[in-house]
């Protein structure tokens, strides 16, 4: 027998026996205050070349489930690197959080040059710990009847889970602990260093070269003459009068009460300065200066006597200064590494390598830096810079790769100069000439301190080329 009218009580008394079993489940999470970890923000301040500071901050957001405001009390955050036992402590203040919000406390620990020198170099293990201790005795008129339940989410140990539940159940929460944890690993990059390598710079002419003079016969020529101009001796320099003067004696009478006839055999040079000495108070003086110039004992270098004695006394009072800076030179001159050919009608300019070693002080490897910058004008590149590995040719401007250096090794990079005389519509002469030109600088560039290779590139076009009259 269908009764369609009896439906719609079915309903209705299914409804209201649902209804009267329905009780209030209360999540604990949902009625305590919480604090998860948000962020790490790792940041260096430079100050100069050497020093420099890093700031860690740590981001925690609080989550305050009540009607009403919840005070934050005072406390400390601890810092532990690798598990030292003497951790760097911060304090935070006290703070209120406003009713059924959540919002973020920020611990700011910076640690200076003294304290990074213990950790730099190193992936270092760093354990953030923290208790708020909160009193919520004044909050549990909040809480509804309810039937307790624990989501999965919410971390709380079984031991301790019967207590709070009770408290709960009793609606007195009391002094409970909220406690922050976060465990991370950080590399502390110690900066590469930055030395001479153990190679030459080298002059590379690009293009081709001309025999017409052979540089080096022309020095290998030079050379023996040149050696000779500033080490050549001059020996036995003794003016015959003055020698004379000097080793010659002459006896005069030199009598006494028992010895009337007595003679001394005195210098002759003594003798003729006593006698001319009331003509000519200077006498000593002058007799002096031609003896240091005409007489001389030792064996002499020839030109240095020269130029001191005569060339500087009558030509150039500089001459002294000026033949000093001629040897050094000499001694460059004498001593460089001549190309054995010169730049000829085909030449296009040259190159400037000039090695640099670079040694990575770090316990995990890093990136060595690439480096291209180029001048683009009259359609051509005149100038270029760049910084790259041996065996490279060329760094390219779009798809730049980088070199690893392994922790505590070293490499060498060659920071090279390109200048390209043909790069110009007229040669080298379009830069002087006044002509128009509009150039635009390329450049890419590559660097890793151990957070992985970061690249950029830049393209300045159109720039202001000016003469300077």
Known sequence: MNYPYLKPIYLFCICLFLTSCKTNVLVLEDVMPTARFQNLEIEFEQMNFQDFNLHLGLI???????????????????????????????????????????????????????????????????????????????????????ELGVTENFELESDKLKPIAKKLLQKKVGTQNIHLNHNTFVKVPTPPGISPANEPIRLNWIGEMDNLVAINTIKDGLTPFGDLLINGSLNNLKNPFIDAMVNSTVTIPTPVWNCWDCTTEIAMEDQVIDLLSPLDSDIEDKWSSIKSILYKEQSIPLADYLVDNFISTYADVNASSKWQEFKAQWEVFKNADLPAAIPGPDTKGFEIVIPVLFTNNNEFPIDLPLFRSSVFAFNSEPFRMQIKPKGMSEVSLSNITHIEIGAKQSKTLYTVFTFNMHGFENGIFSLFNGAPMNPNIEGVMSYDIGYGPIYWNYDLNNLLFQYDD
């Not at 406390?75 to 532990?80: D, F, I, N, Q, Y």
């Not at 920020?106 to 923290?130: E, M």
């Open 60 to 146: 925690f957001e609080v989550r305050n489930p009540y009607d009403k405001v919840l005070p934050i009390p005072e406390h400390e955050m601890a810092l532990t690197i690798n598990d030292d036992n003497r951790p760097v402590k911060l304090k935070k203040t006290a703070r209120n959080l406003a009713a059924n919000s959540s919002d973020t406390i920020r611990y700011q620990f910076v640690l200076d040059p003294a304290f990074l020198t213990r950790i730099w170099g190193k992936i270092n293990k760093l354990s953030f710990s923290s208790d708020i201790k909160i009193n919520l005795d004044e909050f549990v008129h909040f809480l509804p009847d309810f």
